[in-house]
């Protein structure tokens, strides 16, 4: 469920990005909102099954650009550090951890 904060933070949007089954929005405070179907962690979040209203992922702020495939998600923030969360199955997260084969924990790569 929404919090208050969340549909505050909701009101003044600067970017959406969405897939067949997620949808990411970019608010202008630069905090990520997700909502949609949670399969493999692709939202960010800890909920298993659907998310139906924009929750923030709280793990991750001051982000700049966000995008999204069919089962993972990629953000950058502003001091330049990139983010990956959902399938890693053919290891679309960047992670090179064939032992990761899905998380909904944002994971910073590292060059």
């Known amino acids: 469920m929404s919090t208050h904060s969340d549909f505050i933070s909701f009101r003044s949007l600067s970017t959406i990005v ?4 997620s949808t990411f929005c970019l608010n202008e405070d630069h905090c990520l ?6 399969k493999y962690g692709l ?30 998600t990629v953000c950058i923030d502003y001091e330049g550090k990139l983010f990956t969360f959902g399938c ?3 290891q679309q997260l960047g992670v090179g951890k064939d032992e990761l084969s899905f998380t909904h924990i944002p994971q ?4």
Request: a positive charge.
């Open 18 to 21: 969405c897939s067949d089954i």
């Open 33 to 38: 909102l997700s909502y949609g179907k949670n």
């Open 43 to 72: 939202l960010g979040h800890c909920d298993i099954g659907i998310v139906k209203t924009p929750k923030i992922i709280k793990s991750l702020m001051n982000i700049k650009m966000v995008d999204c495939g069919f089962n993972h």
């Open 88 to 90: 890693n199955w053919d």
């Open 108 to 111: 910073q790569i590292i060059n």
